[in-house]
């Protein structure tokens, strides 16, 4: 049976989870949530992701969520084939990698999310942008480049000169990210920006963004 | 040469590594940070922890940054000895525990972080308490272990019936709310409750609250 990632392909946590599984070569089905029916607030999908959010994931008998969880269990299920995500076969560099991860999800993420909070959700509801959130999050979001940027004139990827799950978690975020005008927090750093070059033009990145791009309604009159 | 874990022992991820090394029952020297006069923001701090931030963290000529991550190192470095933290003998197992792992970083560490600023940070600086703020985030936070009580119904702890760095990573943060008028959003939820009682009376719990009371001048004036 095909592992399944329950969730719509516009979803950046669905996004990181289908990068992954590409980076693996690993068979498996997207199967669709329908948000306009909160599906994913009732049964039975709170019995595979009790926050009630995507992506859930199936494998055989064993349920997942979170996505930066589901990607460690696939690049530790397939640790022997597709890229090295992972670095398991050595305990340094595997903590390294952990650092990075972890920086991801608690430096960079945060103000992250209120950037495309604001710049496609509160415009899918007919909100209006908030300026002082955008600036004050654009300005976070720069001093945390400005660390990658002195990390990346020394190494080809954040956790070494290797791409791990430390880069690719980054990946859809920063895809959303060139599709509003703060696009130049990456493009002015010339190593983030090298770094961004390289691991978006992967072919699982590629196919993510196709995914993006295909489904999102968000992006209408946001470009 | 024993471990060195740079940071006070009133922060609440210096004592989340703290917790895991003493799980572990490993040698350790906790190093002071002078935030007085923000050594962390300086060299040589930075070239241990680039984001200025405690703990940083050093095993011989490793460094690391990042609590989850240095817990996660210790727990796989020392795989084979004291409690097993990460499951690593059992995909699926270790897999529940990352999910669960998860939902502290991305579910519960959210609005818990603002509580712990509402009452301890901005009283230290003389700041007033913002309601709004304490009110949204204690709901957000009830909301989280709503899920958690449905769980702790099923299983002794939130992984399974073992004790893991899934509970682990919760237990600092959970002291700080007990010297907060908040603390009935753990105490009136059964299953959390009987969770926080066992999980707090452990040693390594024990020795991590005794350096929260020892040192902590955040406490003052809040209890």
């Not at 992954?20 to 709170?46: A, I, M």
């Not at 008998?61 to 979170?66: Q, S, V, Y």
């Not at 699982?204 to 009159?221: P, Q, R, T, Y």
Request: overall charge negative; aromatic content about 12%; hydrophobic content about 40%.
């Amino acid at each position: 049976m095909a592992i399944k990632v329950h969730g719509s392909r516009i979803s950046t946590c669905v996004g990181r989870v289908i990068a992954c599984l590409e980076e693996k070569g690993v068979e498996y089905e997207v199967v669709p949530v329908d948000y306009v029916t909160s599906e994913h607030k009732q049964q039975p999908f709170l019995s595979l992701n009790p926050f009630g959010q995507v992506p859930a994931f199936e494998d055989g008998d064993l349920t997942l969520f979170e996505s930066r969880a589901i990607t460690r269990y696939v690049s530790r299920k397939y640790k022997d084939i597709g890229t090295d995500l992972l670095r398991l076969n050595n305990l340094a560099e595997s903590a390294i990698v952990d650092a990075w991860m972890e920086a991801e999800a608690h430096q960079f993420n945060g103000p992250m999310k209120v950037l495309i909070y604001q710049f496609f959700i509160r415009p899918f509801h007919h909100l209006a942008l908030e300026e002082q959130e955008v600036e004050t999050n654009s300005e976070k979001l720069g001093k945390v480049l400005e660390i990658y940027e002195e990390r990346l004139s020394k190494y080809k990827y954040l956790a070494g000169d290797y791409f791990t799950l430390a880069d690719l978690h980054h990946i859809p975020f920063i895809f959303y990210l060139f599709k509003t005008p703060k696009a130049y927090l990456i493009t002015s750093r010339p190593h983030v920006n090298a770094w961004w070059n390289d691991i978006s033009s992967r072919p699982s990145s590629i196919k993510i963004s196709e995914g993006f791009d295909k489904e999102n309604s968000f992006l209408k009159g946001n470009q």
